[in-house]
């Protein structure tokens, strides 16, 4: 029988499938994270993967995954990068605060108000978001809360209130809209200006 090779693996009828330890994961095997972190968060940026647009984003996505030790695609349907921040899905600050024991009981959900019961060790505080909070913070009037009013109302109130009750469960992270929101839109720029004499002259 010829010697075997360097890398090759002797088969035999009781051997059984590799697997990945408890409490360990794919990036364990990594032998040179820096160059791992450089290649996988070019990838990234450049297929626009979770909001990422540019090498550094992409680079803090596998870093995020690495320390987490989750899959790019477990990362996608938690966190997202807007305008350079970390930000994470309403629904899944609400599902990470309930695994820690939040109760919530809805009382209202439409669009003009997100209204709910938070319940944290038996003790419940009644928090809400309404168009009216909207329309004081300059949000009413954005496209998101015409076409989908009640869904950015829950979505505020859900931030707000893990943000009173279990700040914990989300470390100060905050949602995609709030991020989104709290960047002014651009004014537009007059075509025409009024003089004193009331003509009109255009803008240079």
């Not at 450049?46 to 989750?70: H, N, P, T, W, Y």
């Not at 209202?108 to 944290?120: E, G, K, L, S």
């Not at 076409?147 to 707000?160: C, N, Q, V």
């Not at 943000?163 to 839109?185: D, F, K, L, Q």
């Amino acid at each position: 029988m010829s010697e075997a090779q360097p890398y090759e693996v002797q088969a035999s009828t009781d051997a059984q499938p590799q697997t990945i330890a408890e409490g360990a994961s794919v990036y364990d095997k990594v032998t040179n994270p820096i160059e791992f972190i450089s290649v996988m968060g070019e990838k990234l940026a450049k297929s626009g993967f979770a909001g990422a647009s540019k090498l550094e984003q992409g680079e803090m996505i596998i870093l995020e995954c690495m320390a987490r030790k989750m899959s790019p695609f477990e990362f996608s349907s938690t966190y997202h990068i807007v305008q350079n921040k970390l930000t994470m899905r309403a629904d899944a600050m609400l599902a990470r605060a309930m695994k820690l024991g939040l109760k919530v009981h809805w009382k209202q959900f439409d669009d003009q108000a997100a209204i709910a019961d938070f319940i944290v060790d038996d003790h419940t505080t009644e928090i809400s978001y309404t168009m009216k909070d909207a329309a004081k913070a300059g949000l009413a009037n954005r496209p998101n809360y015409k076409t989908h009013g009640a869904d950015m109302l829950r979505a505020r109130l859900i931030s707000r209130a893990i943000r009173m009750v279990m700040p914990e469960a989300i470390h100060g992270v905050y949602t995609p809209e709030e991020i989104s929101e709290s960047v002014a839109p651009k004014e537009e720029k007059q075509l025409f200006t009024k003089q004193s004499d009331d003509k009109e002259t255009e803008s240079q």
